[in-house]
């Protein structure tokens, strides 16, 4: 059965293909939002990769995406770090106006569980059988899924803890098992890290718009110094990113077409990168809140709903 839809698809052609996806996208079917928030990189150096992800983190949560619907992997949580002499606290610049760890925040998978496997098993739902909800992405076909990942990479890849890494291929090709498997509507996939924009390069999968910090060859560099902390606290790229987000919040208007016309070279010091051909709508009728607002639009069923029923006493 599976093997016959599959084949139908492949024969069917790119305009039906198109029409599919214009239905889809015009049917109004987009009803929840997930993000997805990696920091590959370890040890206390990289405090401010921890502090990138934490950050948007923060902005995602607040602009309305619950913590059941983030899922944060930290491969190194310098929150408590013997090295941390503000401990249980990061910050993402100097001034120290606020606290990204907070009392609340809800890390998915920590330390050595940030590995290439358990990051792919997310994506494309392959996980065992015994996983916790909080460890799986639960979207289907009407999630918008912002993915941020930050850390240390190259052409075509991005390291994992120092120990391995994750390529350009791996990603395009569990994206597009996404997309078979129906787990997703749209993706913003946004990458701070040298070379970022090659990692979004070999994408294949429909409805991806990526956005990258800097061009193949060019580094991607960091902004704020602490002198307490003994490392940089925050990148450039993410950093200007968060700058617009905090102009925006749930009933904004801003598209992705007023963010990305925010970069600035010379400010970031790289060239960022935006990749469109894969995504089906104009940037300029893209809101932000279609990936970090809370959506709640009601579904309607013909089931019976049982009302009136005594409601236990717990
Ligand atoms: C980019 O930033 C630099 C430094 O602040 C500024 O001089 C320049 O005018 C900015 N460019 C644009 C296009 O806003």
């Known amino acids: 059965m599976a093997c016959a839809v599959l084949t139908a698809v492949a024969a069917g052609s790119q ?5 599919r996806i214009a239905e889809f996208l015009h ?18 150096f990289n405090y401010r990769h921890i502090a990138n992800t934490m950050s948007m983190y923060r902005t995602v949560k607040r602009m309305g ?14 929150a408590c770090n013997p090295r941390n002499c503000y401990p249980g606290t990061v910050y993402d610049h100097p001034q120290k106006t606020t606290d990204l760890y ?6 998915d998978y920590r330390g050595y569980e940030v590995t290439v496997e358990n990051f792919i098993r997310l994506l494309t739902g392959r996980v065992e059988a015994h996983t916790p909800r909080n460890k799986r992405l639960l979207s289907d076909d009407k999630s918008n899924i912002f993915i941020y990942m930050t850390g240390h990479g190259g052409e075509d890849f991005l390291k994992f803890q120092d120990s391995e890494e994750i390529n350009s291929y791996d990603i395009a090709d569990a994206m597009q098992q996404m997309w078979e498997k129906k787990r997703y ?5 946004m990458i701070d890290t040298c070379q970022a924009n090659t990692m979004f390069s070999k994408f294949y999968a429909p409805n991806v718009l990526s956005i990258g ?3 193949k060859g060019e580094n991607s560099y ?6 307490d902390i003994g490392a940089s606290v925050i990148d450039r790229f993410t950093y200007y990113n968060l700058e617009f987000f905090e102009s925006v919040d749930l009933s904004s208007k801003h598209t992705m077409a007023d963010l990305i016309s925010t970069y600035n070279t010379t400010l970031i010091g790289s060239h960022p990168g935006v990749r469109t051909d894969l995504f089906a709508r104009k940037l300029e009728e893209t809101y932000l809140t279609d990936f ?6 009601v579904e309607l069923t013909n089931e019976p709903f049982p009302i009136g029923r005594k409601r236990a006493s717990a």
């Open 27 to 44: 049917s109004d079917s987009h009803t929840n939002n997930w993000a997805v928030l990696v920091c590959t990189s370890r040890f206390w």
């Open 102 to 107: 907070g009392d609340n925040v809800e890390v």
């Open 292 to 297: 970090f607002g809370a959506v709640q639009r």
């Open 213 to 215: 910090s800097s061009r």
């Open 15 to 19: 305009a039906q293909q198109q029409q």
């Open 185 to 189: 509507r749209e993706i913003l996939f």
């Open 222 to 227: 960091s902004h704020y110094h602490d002198r």
């Open 65 to 78: 995406i619950p913590d059941s619907h983030i899922i944060l992997m930290l491969a190194d949580d310098v």
